[in-house]
């Protein structure tokens, strides 16, 4: 069965700190990945996504990820962050090759300093 | 452009009390519907998902079920309401076809008294 850990729970970081939130996956075969973000007291967004190819992939606000399939992960990196990024930042995966789930992680809760 | 739509937005019943909660998707044709619990600490917990009229997987066994009676409907119920069920639904879309993005509701804060 598919299963995302995010092992970081809490993070706070000043402004203008580079960000790197961890994502590992269990699943053996074809994935897409996902990182959702919710700013308090909104929905839940896409932040960015890796269905295949180049994987770096930049997504909104300046945040990237990078899939190391070696490794089983996708980390979620911003080089500097900024207040408005305090929000709680989730991974989720989705066995590409013929499943319609999408299985989250329990999620980061990001507070930046201003 | 799509749509989602989930009602309503807070809930309290008390225990022993029906369930029932309704999204509606606009804009789109037979997609993926999901039902997910957002209990803080623990991310989301896939609880249903259907990939078209009246086909529905559950993922946790518990007091809730789930149909789609119609295309673009997803409907989250429950006979008789415990006090664990109280938490944080979300109703999310995506298209079909395996692995696609997934665009979430508002949420419904459900509180069981």
């Known amino acids: 069965a598919q299963s995302v850990s995010q092992h970081n729970h809490h993070v706070i970081l000043s402004e203008a700190a580079s960000l790197e939130l961890g994502c590992n996956y269990s699943?053996?075969?074809?994935?897409?990945l996902f990182w959702y973000v919710q700013y308090p007291g909104q929905h839940l967004q896409l932040l960015l996504k890796?269905?295949?190819?180049?994987?770096l992939v930049k997504g909104i606000k300046g945040f990237e990820a990078e899939f190391i399939k070696s490794k089983f992960s996708f980390n979620l990196r911003k080089p500097s962050v900024q207040w408005s990024d305090t929000a709680e930042y989730f991974c989720?995966?989705?066995?590409?090759?013929?499943?319609?789930?999408?299985?989250f992680g329990s999620g980061t809760r990001l507070l930046v300093r201003p | 452009s799509q749509t989602i739509h989930q009602w309503p937005a807070t809930l309290v019943q008390p225990v022993g009390s029906p369930l029932s909660l309704e999204c509606t998707v606009e804009?789109?044709?037979?997609?993926?519907l999901y039902w997910y619990r957002q209990a803080a600490g623990r991310g989301l917990q896939l609880l249903f998902y259907?990939?078209?009229?009246?086909?529905i997987s559950s993922e946790v066994p518990q007091n809730l079920s789930a149909s789609r009676p119609q295309d673009r409907q997803f409907i989250l119920s429950s006979k008789k309401l415990l006090l664990s069920d109280s938490g944080f639904y979300l109703c999310?879309?995506?298209?079909?076809?395996?692995?696609?993005?997934?665009?979430f509701g508002q949420g419904t804060r459900l509180t069981v008294v």
């Open positions: 989720a995966v989705n066995a590409g090759d013929s499943s319609y789930k999408l299985i």
């Open positions: 699943y053996g075969g074809t994935v897409n």
């Open positions: 890796y269905f295949s190819g180049d994987p």
């Open positions: 259907s990939v078209g009229i009246g086909q």
């Open positions: 999310a879309w995506s298209r079909q076809g395996a692995g696609t993005e997934a665009f």
């Open positions: 804009g789109t044709s037979n997609p993926n």
